[in-house]
C-alpha cells in the first residue's frame, strides 16, 4: 500500500528541516585529575548556531556537550534562557587552558555569565560533570578550533 502523497511529503519535509540544524560533531580532550578524558562536542561556530547553543535540550549523554567557538579571543557573555539543562561552563583560552568555569549555570536564568576575560572557545558540559572529573581552571583544553589560524 502506497502512503499518501501528502504523508510523504510531511515526512521529507521533518527530514530536511531536522537535517538542516544538525551541528558537525568532533571529539575533543579535557585533561582532568584522573588523566584526559574524550567528549563528543556538537560545534556551534557562527552566529545562528552560537546563538541557539542547547536551548530546548532535554537532556545529553555523561560525555556529551557543545563547544561554542568565536574563532578568535573575544569577550563574551552566555545566560540560561530557553536552556532546559543545567550546564557547566567552560571559558577556554585560545591556547587551550580553561580561563573560567561557571559550575551548575541555572536553567532558563537571564543572569549574565561573563568570561571574564578574551576566550576563544565556551564548552558547555551537563552540571557537576567538571567537578566530578577533576576539570579546573588553569586546565588544559585539546581541541582541532584551537590549532586552526583565525580567520
Given at each position: 500500500?502506497?502512503?499518501?502523497?501528502?504523508?510523504?511529503?510531511?515526512?521529507?519535509?521533518?527530514?530536511?528541516?531536522?537535517?538542516?540544524?544538525?551541528?558537525?560533531?568532533?571529539?575533543?580532550?579535557?585533561?582532568?585529575?584522573?588523566?584526559?578524558?574524550r567528549?563528543?562536542?556538537?560545534?556551534?561556530?557562527?552566529?545562528?548556531?552560537?546563538?541557539?547553543?542547547?536551548?530546548?535540550?532535554?537532556?545529553?549523554?555523561?560525555?556529551?556537550?557543545?563547544?561554542?567557538?568565536?574563532?578568535?579571543?573575544?569577550?563574551?557573555?552566555?545566560?540560561?534562557?530557553?536552556?532546559?539543562l543545567?550546564?557547566?561552563?567552560?571559558?577556554?583560552?585560545a591556547?587551550?587552558?580553561?580561563?573560567?568555569?561557571?559550575?551548575?549555570?541555572?536553567?532558563?536564568?537571564?543572569?549574565?555569565?561573563?568570561?571574564?576575560?578574551?576566550?576563544?572557545?565556551?564548552?558547555?558540559?551537563?552540571?557537576?560533570?567538571?567537578?566530578?572529573?577533576?576539570?579546573t581552571?588553569?586546565?588544559?583544553?585539546?581541541?582541532?578550533?584551537?590549532?586552526?589560524?583565525?580567520?
Amino acid at each position: 500500500m502506497r502512503a499518501p502523497f501528502h504523508a510523504v511529503f510531511a515526512i521529507l519535509a521533518l527530514f530536511s528541516s531536522t537535517a538542516a540544524f544538525a551541528l558537525p560533531v568532533e571529539t575533543i580532550t579535557i585533561d582532568t585529575k584522573a588523566g584526559p578524558h574524550r567528549f563528543s562536542m556538537e560545534v556551534a561556530s557562527d552566529d545562528e548556531s552560537r546563538e541557539k547553543g542547547l536551548m530546548f535540550r532535554k537532556e545529553m549523554a555523561p560525555d556529551a556537550g557543545m563547544l561554542f567557538d568565536f574563532h578568535t579571543p573575544q569577550l563574551v557573555s552566555f545566560w540560561m534562557e530557553n536552556t532546559i539543562l543545567p550546564l557547566d561552563m567552560l571559558f577556554v583560552r585560545a591556547d587551550g587552558t580553561i580561563a573560567r568555569i561557571k559550575a551548575n549555570a541555572t536553567p532558563y536564568s537571564r543572569e549574565n555569565i561573563p568570561s571574564g576575560e578574551p576566550v576563544q572557545l565556551v564548552i558547555e558540559l551537563n552540571a557537576g560533570r567538571a567537578a566530578a572529573l577533576g576539570i579546573t581552571e588553569g586546565g588544559k583544553v585539546h581541541a582541532p578550533e584551537l590549532a586552526k589560524k583565525p580567520h
